[in-house]
Structure formats: C-alpha cells, structure tokens
Nanobody
Framework: QVQLVESGGGLVQAGGSLRLSCAASGTIFKTNAMGWYRQAPGKQRELVARITSSGNTNYAISVKGRFTISRDNAKNTVYLQMNSLKPEDTAVYYC??????????????WGQGTQVTVSS
C-alpha cells in the first residue's frame, strides 16, 4: 500500500510564491521518477515538472525558469517551488510517482491534489 500526500497549496497574489510538497509513504522498496501535474477547470491535465531518481528534470515551457522541482530520496518526497506565479497557474496540482513496492513490482501512484489559486 502506497499513499502520496500533498501539501502547500493555497491562495496567492500574482507575483507571489508557493512551495508544494508530496511525501510518499507505505510499502516502498524504491521511488523512481516523481512529478507534478496540474489541471485547470475545462482544461486537460498537463505535466508541470518531472524529476528522475538521479535528478534529471523536465519542465513545461510555461513554467520553465519560474518553477523548480527537487526531491529528497531518503524521505521519498518531491517538492515544487513556484515563483513569479501568474493567474494562468491556477489549477489543482497533482503529485505522481513511480514506486517499486518490491524489487520486481512497480506502479504509478497519484496524490489527491492540492489547489493553487493565483489572483490578479
């Protein structure tokens, strides 16, 4: 059993910052890639940022230079530092992780989502 718990969302004015956290817990042998996705009302869910276990990162063009993804492998936790927030960043942000529960079995897991609202 694996659970991802997100925190750090909230309401912020344009230009402000937020830091999202996502901690994986449960039966974990190894956590591989972790990432953040977001979905705004009426929009498709999109990848915001992703980081591999070795630290390789990918960002959506719309957030590159403003957001930074990082992780603490020992704590099975991924972070998303969001700076210079824009109203267009308003969405529910979801944490995703590929986790091996034993050495030969892996699966993808999702957090419950955390709301980020940026006012203009």
């Amino acid at each position: 059993q694996v659970q991802l718990v997100e925190s750090g969302g909230g309401l912020v004015q344009a230009g402000g910052s937020l830091r999202l956290s996502c901690a994986a817990s449960g039966t974990i042998f190894k956590t591989n890639a972790m990432g953040w996705y977001r979905q705004a009302p009426g929009k498709q869910r999109e990848l915001v940022a992703r980081i591999t276990s070795s630290g390789n990162t990918n960002y959506a063009i719309s957030v590159k230079g403003r957001f930074t993804i990082s992780r603490d492998n020992a704590k099975n936790t991924v972070y998303l530092q969001m700076n210079s927030l824009k109203p267009e960043d308003t969405a529910v942000y979801y944490c995703n992780a590929e986790i091996w529960t034993i050495a030969t079995i892996s699966d993808d897991y999702w957090g419950q989502g955390t709301q980020v609202t940026v006012s203009s």
